[in-house]
T-cell receptor, first 111, second 116 residues
Framework: DSGVTQTPKHLITATGQRVTLRCSPR?????VYWYQQSLDQGLQFLIQ???????AKGNILERFSAQQFPDLHSELNLSSLELGDSALYFC??????????FGPGTRLLVL | AQSVTQLDSHVSVSEGTPVLLRCNYS??????LFWYVQHPNKGLQLLLK??????LVKGINGFEAEFKKSETSFHLTKPSAHMSDAAEYFC??????????????FGAGTRLFVKA
């Protein structure tokens, strides 16, 4: 158990809908990362937050957005969902260096 | 720019024999390198990391990796495979982003099969 929690574990929704994925980092970690894992794209870095501020951006679509709140938990918002957005979404937290500790993931299925 | 290439998509070994998972990287500066393992339907677990200290890095569960700058490689090894090592392994390169964060790039993964 890494100490990073993600909710929900599974999510089934329809195309065009909007969902919110939640991540609570390890106690004391200020940094949160989001990743998307799919069969065709592999593990893709989406975005990093540090203490509430966006710090690095990867291959994140404009339909996706994230934020980190004052209590350091983070939410990833996915809107106008498409079939291709079906994937496993991971959150990771870090104490501030580059070492990341991953949560168990949220499996999203878009029908 | 950074990139990472895992040279084998699948590796199959017999239990008790050595494991070698190959990783090459490209980076315009001194990178940090990691190996993560993902068991089926699980999250990713950190095996080991290299951050410009000793070039031979020891990790958990008997794994180790050697950073070779001249070959731009960071191969993962284990002297003797165990059935529980069957999983997907990811080589990762990380480096500073211009805004002060870290940008992380994962390799495509190597699936390790262990035969009894």
């Amino acid at each position: 158990d890494s100490g990073v929690t993600q909710t929900p574990k599974h999510l089934i929704t329809a195309t065009g809908q909007r969902v919110t994925l939640r991540c609570s980092p390890r106690s004391g970690d200020l940094s949160v990362y989001w990743y998307q894992q799919s069969l065709d794209q592999g593990l893709q870095f989406l975005i990093q937050y540090y203490n509430g501020e966006e710090r690095a951006k990867g291959n994140i679509l404009e339909r996706f957005s994230a934020q980190q709140f004052p209590d350091l938990h983070s939410e990833l918002n996915l809107s106008s969902l498409e079939l291709g957005d079906s994937a496993l979404y991971f959150c990771a937290s870090s104490p501030g260096d580059e070492t990341q500790y991953f949560g168990p993931g949220t499996r999203l299925l878009v029908l | 720019a950074q990139s990472v290439t895992q040279l084998d998509s699948h590796v199959s070994v017999s239990e008790g024999t050595p494991v070698l998972l190959r990783c090459n990287y490209s980076s315009s500066y001194s990178p940090s390198l990691f190996w993560y393992v993902q068991h089926p339907n699980k999250g990713l677990q950190l095996l080991l990391k290299y951050t410009s200290a000793a070039t031979l890095v020891k990790g958990i569960n008997g794994f180790e990796a050697e950073f070779k700058k001249s070959e731009t490689s960071f191969h993962l090894t284990k002297p003797s495979a165990h059935m529980s090592d069957a999983a997907e392994y990811f080589c990762v390169v990380s480096g500073p982003y211009y805004t002060g964060g870290f940008k992380t790039i994962f390799g495509a993964g190597t699936r390790l099969f262990v035969k009894a």
